[in-house]
């Protein structure tokens, strides 16, 4: 969610008083849906382009940027990297990087 939107606070949905019941009834954040909705359409053609780069330039962009995300994480520790390194553990690495990229 967007943790500045001014409607829902960041929580996704807000609060609204249904006259005909007198209930209180949850609705979803338009704002952040379609924040979301604007999001994943720019991966998409950001992907598109991208797509076109090498493997190589590819493979060197996401290491840096998981390289990066670990060691700005507080709770987090580049040995963990390190040790996937020496034992060549592509399935953990991936993990780690998709982890990071759900952020």
Do not use: P
């Not at 704002?31 to 090498?54: P, R």
């Not at 493997?55 to 990066?68: D, P, S």
């Not at 020496?86 to 780690?96: A, E, G, P, R, T």
């Amino acid at each position: 969610m967007n943790n500045e939107c001014k409607v829902c606070e960041g929580a996704g949905t807000y609060e609204v008083i249904n006259r005909r019941t007198e209930a209180v009834e949850y609705i979803e954040c338009i704002d952040c849906m379609l924040d979301a909705q604007f999001k994943e359409h720019l991966t998409i053609e950001v992907s598109k382009i991208i797509s076109q780069a090498s493997h190589e330039k590819l493979a060197w962009m996401l290491a840096k940027l998981t390289v990066n995300c670990v060691d700005a994480n507080k709770d987090d520790d580049l040995d963990r990297v390190h040790n996937y390194v020496k034992s060549k553990d592509l399935v953990s690495l991936l993990n780690l990087a998709d982890a990071y990229t759900q952020r």
